[in-house]
């Protein structure tokens, strides 16, 4: 069991790989990958204008619209519409173009090494209330809005301010929105060992 509390103010801002803008790297797994070698990739990024997205090829990416109105992903053959908090999965080898629809949008990424993860689900929560977190082989908690509380066994209670990430692997905990929390909403996504799958 492990717990990896990531706090904004440690993210690292990088050009993005087509030097087309800017993303907030989160995290990045293992420890010495990089952006070419992964197995996770965890970033935010705004999108203020037309621009093709990077090609990683042989991951799977869960992206999800955390500011703004829509954002069309045009795949050539295909178009998809993305709208807050509905989040979206594709093979992220493809490198759509990305259209902001009315204004400027910020997007959550979770990438993922097909070889070594799969997506296995994800949910957008909201306060206020407690929602339940099951232990899993990794699971991505992110603060989108407003502060959060998360209950662990083995750390006690973390406090989530706005855009704060928490990794568990295999560690069950509770999330609670702080002060009330009527505005405040996360994200919760589950990742499966390939690895383990395959066993079955």
């Known amino acids: 069991m492990a717990i990896e509390h990531l706090a904004r103010a440690t ?13 907030d790297e989160i995290y ?5 990958g990089s952006r070419e070698d ?35 992903l045009d795949f050539g053959d295909s178009r998809h519409r993305l709208l807050p908090f509905a989040p979206f999965r594709f093979d992220t080898g493809l490198a ?8 400027a949008v910020r997007v959550f990424n979770v990438m993922a090494s097909r070889q070594c993860w799969h997506h296995a689900a994800q949910q957008v929560l909201a306060g206020p209330g407690s929602h339940e977190i099951p232990p899993d082989d990794l699971v991505v908690v992110f603060s989108v809005s407003g502060s959060w ?5 083995t750390r006690g209670a973390l406090r989530l301010a706005e855009r704060d990430t928490v990794i568990l692997r295999e560690e069950a905990a509770a999330l609670r929105a ?4 009527r505005k405040a909403r996360a994200l919760v ?3 499966r060992s390939a690895v383990a799958l395959q066993g079955l």
């Open 149 to 153: 509380s998360l209950d662990t066994t």
């Open 38 to 72: 992964f197995e996770v990739r965890i970033s935010s990024a705004p999108i203020i204008e037309d621009g093709a997205f990077s090609s990683f090829p042989g991951a799977e990416r869960v992206i999800t619209l955390i500011e703004g109105e829509e954002l069309d």
């Open 96 to 103: 759509p173009t990305g259209r902001p629809v009315k204004g």
């Open 11 to 23: 993210y690292a801002t990088l050009p993005w790989k087509n030097g087309r803008g800017e993303t």
């Open 178 to 181: 702080s002060d009330g929390g």
């Open 189 to 191: 996504l589950r990742l």
């Open 28 to 32: 990045l797994s293992p420890p010495g």
